[in-house]
């Protein structure tokens, strides 16, 4: 099943590879398979009643399907007018006061834990009645290491129960209260006339799962799959995929700051959560680092790189609370457009990295000293790979490792973080190819001043 993507690009203010309108999206309503419009982002161009968004409401809904939300910190008459517009759920919430208010406004609470964002524990008094019958387990992003060593949702289960959860809450908010909010009605539950698609698990504390069966017939036992599921594609159809990136090769001077001033703006990071908080420094000089970072505090250089159309466009700024102390990362992984990302504390050591990744076509990169370090290839796009998950998560591993070793905190996802700093509709700021981003103003502000 899928959800139709509801903003290609995510705002106005955001350069992707794409535009999705409601024309375009319209003939797939049709499809059994599609549920609904996912992920209604532009949150603000909602509320303002922009009529191309307003337009993708009305064909899913007058199609019968749902709407999906994703809206962080929205709230009062702002929030009232989002959901009239037929949003039905939301999967952004980080806090219990902003899942209440959304709750007694009638919508389903998606209560996320994935590789970045680890909302659970803040939401934990959602898992009993009356709430729990409108709260769902998702994950939202995660890492196929994490999902090899962890699971995907029997991964939420399980730390829900070890929370304090009760075990048949838990398993209902994975189970049927996501079936009802989708319209399965005859999956979710273990009861005369539902499917028999069933997870056997050893109890109700390890919750390891023994087998699956899918209509009946067992699919999978003891972590293997039992029967394939058989691969169909056309790999002269989607060939262009394999060549997405259209950018100019970096240089030095692609990095150099546009702006001027004494005061710094930095995009400051909160752990285990995707908000970001505004800080305003002096604009920081020191040896050996790029003009404005602070490895002291943790404030490292920030540039996203338009890699679609070849426009040439190149944001920079400030993040704050990266715990990169050397070298720099990149990744073509960069929500939603997915443009080339990079961040470091020397320009050098950025250039190689965006260097990298663009060699590879997609993927991350971790370079120090004018070395590469390590690097993970996704020529798919720039967001896959064509090799399998555990080939995948070792090469994950060992970046993860290089990182540790240069003194990255272990249980800090770098990539993961990375991956949503250009993400424009979480607020307070983010960095894309136009510049930083003021989410809740959306406008361009600058980054030195």
């Not at 006339?193 to 999978?220: C, H, I, M, P, W």
């Not at 020529?379 to 591993?397: D, F, I, R, Y």
């Amino acid at each position: 099943y899928f959800m139709l993507p509801s903003c290609v690009p995510a705002t106005d203010l955001d350069e992707s590879g794409a535009v999705l309108n409601a024309e375009q999206l319209r003939p797939y309503y049709g499809d059994p398979r599609v549920l609904g419009l996912a992920e209604l982002m532009n949150a603000y161009g909602t509320v303002r009643c922009d009529p191309k968004i307003l337009q993708k409401i009305r064909d899913c809904t007058e199609a019968g399907k749902i709407v999906d939300g994703h809206a962080p910190l929205l709230s009062a008459k702002d929030l009232n007018a989002y959901i009239a517009a037929g949003v039905q759920s939301d999967h952004e919430c980080s806090n219990i006061e902003e899942a209440m208010e959304k709750l007694r406004r009638g919508q389903y609470i998606m209560i996320r834990e994935g590789t970045a964002a680890k909302n659970m524990e803040a939401l934990m008094p959602l898992f009993r009645e009356p709430y729990c019958s409108r709260c769902m387990l998702v994950t939202d992003d995660k890492h196929p290491g994490d999902l090899l060593d962890s699971g995907h949702i029997d991964s939420n289960i399980r730390k829900a129960i070890r929370l304090g959860a009760d075990p048949a809450v838990a398993v209902k908010m994975a189970t049927l209260v996501p079936a009802q909010y989708f319209g399965f009605k005859q999956r979710g539950a273990v009861a005369p006339g539902y499917r028999a698609d069933l997870v056997v698990v050893s109890d109700l504390e390890s919750f390891t799962v023994e087998q699956v069966y899918k209509n009946g017939t067992l699919v999978a036992e003891h972590g293997k799959t039992l029967k394939p599921a058989p691969l169909d594609i056309d790999r002269v159809r989607f060939s262009h995929v394999m060549d997405s990136f259209d950018l100019d090769e970096i240089t030095l001077q692609d990095l150099e700051l546009r702006e001027s001033g004494e005061q710094e703006r930095v995009i400051c990071l909160n752990r285990g959560e995707l908000l970001t908080e505004e800080k305003i420094i002096p604009f920081q000089r020191h040896p050996g680092k790029a003009p404005g970072v602070d490895p002291e505090h943790n404030i490292v250089k920030l540039a996203v790189f338009e890699r679609h159309h070849h426009s040439g466009h190149v944001g920079i700024g400030f993040l704050g609370n990266f715990s990169l102390k050397c070298g720099a990362v990149a990744s073509s992984i960069a929500h939603d457009s997915h443009n080339l990302i990079v961040a470091g504390d020397n320009d050098t050591d950025m250039m190689l990295a965006g260097n990298t990744v663009r060699k590879n076509k997609g993927g991350l990169a971790f370079v120090a000293d004018g070395q590469v370090v390590a690097e993970l290839a996704l020529p798919v796009a720039g967001l896959m790979s064509t090799e399998s998950a555990e080939s995948v998560a070792a090469k994950m591993q060992a970046l993860n490792d290089a990182l540790k070793a240069h003194g990255v905190a272990e249980d800090i996802g770098i990539f993961m973080t990375l991956a949503f700093v250009s993400l424009p509709v979480i607020p307070k700021l983010r960095l894309n190819t136009y510049g930083i981003i003021d989410v809740a103003q959306q406008k361009v502000v600058p980054a030195v001043f």
